[in-house]
């Protein structure tokens, strides 16, 4: 490929990157090369077709791989089912949110990362309600089931909880958050009604 | 109306009661350098109220003071500053100023006014009719022993749908300290409504046809503005939502941004569902929903929408419609409000059977806000209700009042947690009635002047949370250490400052609010997280000086401290920064004279130390540290034992406090020993004139012949 082939199939690559952002969408460099193939811009402005033997799909995801980890504007991880790089456009679709989406569908690992994460930035408990709202949607069965999980795991030991005076149920990660003053962040994150 | 340069309507408005009085000034000519709100009144209060006078007194004079920036399109605007002798301050009444929001300010500068100044006594109740030049006293003896909502409806329909009243309602009226004024149905200055009481002065109706003139660039204005919306959250300027978005990298449970895509206006005419992405700017007013945040999630199905002050995309005025409430307790099935008046009703209860966010609770809140918004009853801060549950739980109320008395409230429905209790009790407090009307609708100051409960009994409470002087705390440790301290130190009435609050509530984590805190203060130990603090610095008392300094600006420009100051946003593409130099652009572009951030906060900081000097001579008092400055023993206490600096406690350290005053009054040039401000804090301030006349009552550093 020429330079200029190369500038314009890197722009349609974060293109595509950036347009599944736009619809809360992570994806593959297969599914990066299927969109691109989909609205011809793969082949026609490149100018792969003249090949005599086409690329393999391998080599053409490994070319859009190497693409989207040059650019600014677009992040990736390997996904928590493994074996899969994720892209995103964090200016569209958030580092966080991206983590979130990666683990739905992975009750355990999706309230584990984000009690840890919580406390160990803010730093704060989180509310166990937390996660049955939207992105996460837990139903309460699963929730339960997850803490019933964690409590059993001996990789999970650092994940606990406390109850305000409310009898709000308050989740946090002993990595981060000392027992006592997660009690006390809980009991004051209840307090907020009260204190305008 | 007369046209100025810009931001100024150009006149301020007087009218004596007691002769009756109307003339005009020259705004900027005479307190152009105290820009507006509070600032003006409290050169009023100075050059006009003598020391001694109590607020009743029909030579105490009641301000009602807009700024520049009041009537613009700028966001968050549309605040009056009302400020008098304040009658809930104890032991003596000293300056102190509420502040409502709604439209009255804008129309007042529409009609050519930027303040009113309301001097004497009437001889028979009153109201102020203001159409642009016409102004005049009416007859309000019609209205008089009515609420504050059959006042608004018949000035309106007297004066005009497009008019703004702001009225008082019986409590107001019977010259209750805790009584509030309200313009808008919600839109209150609280303590001042019985000072318009006394004056005979039933209401005040505004309406203009004219505009505010902008100075600078037009296109510059709208860009600005425009970059405002930009950075604005949600109420309280909290930057992140309290939910996961695919826009930032941050949320927080805790926080009032909580309207997201899917929640739904439920009592709207259609319903309205919350659409879009709700990070753009005509998205800004679904953000938030006070009712949801405070009354819970079960709220959103009765919101009808947001209600809000002039030119603001918040909105938290929480407009409700609970049809229930209509049969139970035959009231309106509809009311609005925010913060405390949103829940005024449910915290005269012990608890409530389904908690704080039960649908009890939301029917408590209809109640209360139909009782009190009308009555005119101020909960000066919640300190009302806390106080309140204290005196019973501790058996207070049945020593004090006689029995005939006591048996006749209604304890049956107050330990049924009933709402109806509030028919028995906000009547009472509100219209006076029998002892304990009459020592409550006095505020604290009521149980140790009329009751003789000692300040310092009250001042160990850690559920009362009584700061001194009549009020409680406000945003005071358990939000933000030492600086939280210092700032609710230096008013007469609860600080009402939320520059400091908004910052540390804004729900970014820790390590972003300590770069913007370095960036701003200095350092990024200006800021601690919250309950883990660490021993005072000079970063944090250079943050309490800013925090006093922008509330002030904000009370006088017109501007909203309850959203401002913006250092933070939610733009993850300015690493969460906001603008501090907002205020100083927007005023250097309305009224066309050019400030940059230090100038505006040099006027911001002349105007605090005028209220400072206002104080000390009313007190006639030398030493503000010892006498003024105080802190309530709860402060300097944990009850599970937990030592200062130890993460999990709020509890200060006595020392420590000591230092964070040296350190607050160094950074303000004040004497370290006596808190007050020193003669070359009075010349750095152009108030000269103010530290020569304390000086011959001995009140200045070294003074003393
Ligand atoms: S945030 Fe609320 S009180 Fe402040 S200006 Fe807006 S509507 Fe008024």
Redesign the interface.
């Known amino acids: 490929m020429t330079p200029e082939e190369t500038t314009v199939l890197a722009e349609a690559a974060v293109e595509a990157v950036r347009e599944a ?1 736009r619809q ?1 969408r992570l994806v593959t460099s297969q599914d990066v090369l299927a969109a691109l193939e989909a609205d011809g811009t793969f082949l026609a402005p490149v100018g792969l077709e003249s090949k005599e033997q086409p690329p393999l799909a391998e080599d053409l995801c490994a070319l859009l791989a190497g693409i989207l980890a040059e650019s600014q504007e677009i992040a990736s991880f390997e996904s928590l089912s493994g074996g899969r790089t994720l892209y995103h456009a ?8 991206a983590r ?1 989406l990666d683990r739905k569908g992975f009750p355990l690992q999706l309230m584990v990362e984000e009690i840890r994460s919580n406390s160990r ?4 408990p ?2 166990v309600e ?1 996660f049955e ?3 996460f949607d837990l139903t309460p069965e699963e929730i339960e089931h997850a803490l019933k999980a964690l409590a059993a795991s001996p990789d999970h030991q650092d994940i606990t909880f406390t109850t305000a005076p ?2 709000a149920l308050y989740l946090f990660s002993t990595l981060h958050l ?1 027992r ?2 997660a ?3 809980a009991q ?2 209840e ?6 | 109306m007369t046209t100025t340069d810009g931001g100024f309507a150009g006149k301020v408005l007087r009218v004596d009661l007691s002769t009756g009085k109307i003339s005009t000034q020259d705004t900027r000519e005479k307190y152009g350098a105290v820009l507006g709100g509070t600032g003006l009144g409290y050169q009023v209060l100075w050059e006009e109220v003598p020391a001694g006078t109590n607020a009743f007194d029909p030579g105490n004079k009641i301000v009602f003071a807009t700024g520049v920036l009041a009537g613009t399109g700028v966001p968050c605007n549309g605040r009056t500053a009302v400020t008098c002798l304040f009658p809930t301050c104890w032991p003596k009444h000293l300056v102190g100023s509420g502040h409502m929001g709604g439209n009255f300010a804008a129309k007042l500068k529409y009609a050519g006014y930027d303040a009113l100044i309301v001097e004497g006594k009437a001889d028979r109740p009153v109201w102020i009719f203001i159409r642009d030049n016409r102004v005049e006293l009416r007859d309000a003896s019609r209205l008089w022993g009515s609420g504050i909502r059959r006042a608004n409806l018949e000035i309106s329909q007297e004066m005009g749908a497009d008019c703004s009243v702001a009225a008082i309602g019986q409590a107001g009226e019977k010259l209750a300290p805790m009584a509030i004024v309200s313009n808008s149905l919600s839109h209150s200055a609280g303590g001042v409504g019985g000072v318009m009481g006394s004056k005979n002065l039933k209401a005040i109706g505004v309406q203009g046809s004219g505009a505010v003139r902008i100075a600078g660039d037009k296109g510059q204005w709208e860009q600005l503005i425009k970059f405002h919306l930009s950075i604005l959250g949600g109420n309280n300027q909290h930057v992140v939502p309290s939910f996961p978005t695919p826009q930032s990298e941050y949320y927080n449970p805790g926080s009032r941004w909580v309207g997201e895509p899917g929640k739904r206006w439920g009592a709207a005419d259609p319903p309205v569902e919350i659409t879009g992405n709700i990070f753009d700017l005509n998205r800004i007013a679904y953000r938030t929903n006070t009712a949801a945040f405070f009354l819970g999630d079960g709220a959103w199905k009765h919101t009808v929408r947001g209600n809000g002050c002039t030119a603001c995309p918040i909105r938290c005025h929480t407009v409700l419609s609970v049809p229930a409430v209509e049969a139970k307790y035959g009231i309106k099935k509809s009311a609005q409000n925010t913060c405390a008046g949103l829940f005024f009703g449910r915290t005269f209860f012990k608890s409530m059977p389904g908690g704080f966010k039960g649908p009890e609770s939301l029917e408590a809140c209809m109640v209360g806000m139909h009782l009190a918004d009308d009555l005119g009853v101020w909960c000066n801060y919640g300190q009302l209700q806390r106080d309140f549950l204290k005196l019973q739980r501790e058996g207070l109320l049945k020593a004090k009042l006689g029995a005939k008395e006591y048996n006749s409230i209604a304890w049956d429905k107050f330990e049924a947690a009933d709402p109806a209790f509030l028919f028995d009790i906000l009547p009472r407090i509100g219209e006076r009635r029998g002892e304990l009307g009459h020592v409550l609708s006095q505020g604290t100051a009521g149980l140790f002047s009329q009751w003789g409960i000692s300040e310092e009994y009250w001042s160990r409470d850690h559920n009362a949370v009584y700061w001194k002087m009549g009020h409680p705390k406000h945003h005071a440790n358990e939000d933000d250490g030492q600086c939280g301290v210092i700032i609710n130190t230096q008013y007469n009435r609860d600080s009402q400052c939320h520059s400091h609050s908004n910052f540390v509530r804004n729900g970014l984590p820790l390590a972003v609010q300590k770069k913007l805190a370095a960036e701003t203060w200095g350092s990024p130990d200006a800021v601690d997280a919250v309950g883990d603090y660490t021993p005072m610095n000079v970063h944090k008392a250079r943050r309490a000086r800013w925090s006093l300094v922008r509330k002030e600006l904000h009370d006088c420009l017109g501007l909203c401290n309850w959203m401002g100051p913006w250092v933070a946003s939610p733009l993850k593409e300015r690493g969460y920064r906001g603008d501090d130099s907002l205020e100083s652009r927007f005023y250097s572009l309305a009224t066309g004279q050019k400030v940059d951030r230090e100038g505006l906060d040099l006027m911001g900081e002349r105007i605090f130390t005028l209220h400072r000097a206002l104080t000390m001579r009313d007190m006639g008092e030398p030493d503000m540290r010892a006498r003024h400055d105080t802190v309530p023993p709860w402060v300097f206490e944990d009850l599970s034992g937990a030592a200062p600096f130890t993460k999990g406690t709020i509890r200060m350290d006595r020392a420590d406090i000591a230092l964070a005053m040296d350190l607050f009054y160094e950074v303000m040039g004040w004497d370290k020993a006596t808190g007050a401000p020193t003669k070359e804090a009075y010349a750095r301030l152009g108030l000269s004139d103010v530290g020569k006349t304390l000086a011959e009552s001995n009140l200045v550093p070294g003074s003393k012949a």
Request: hydrophobic share 35%.
């Open positions: 952002s809360g964090p200016a569209l679709l958030s580092r966080t949110y979130i930035d803010y730093p704060r989180v509310p937390l709202a939207p992105p409310t009898g000392e006592g003053y009690t006390f962040l004051r994150a307090s907020l009604v009260m204190n305008p």
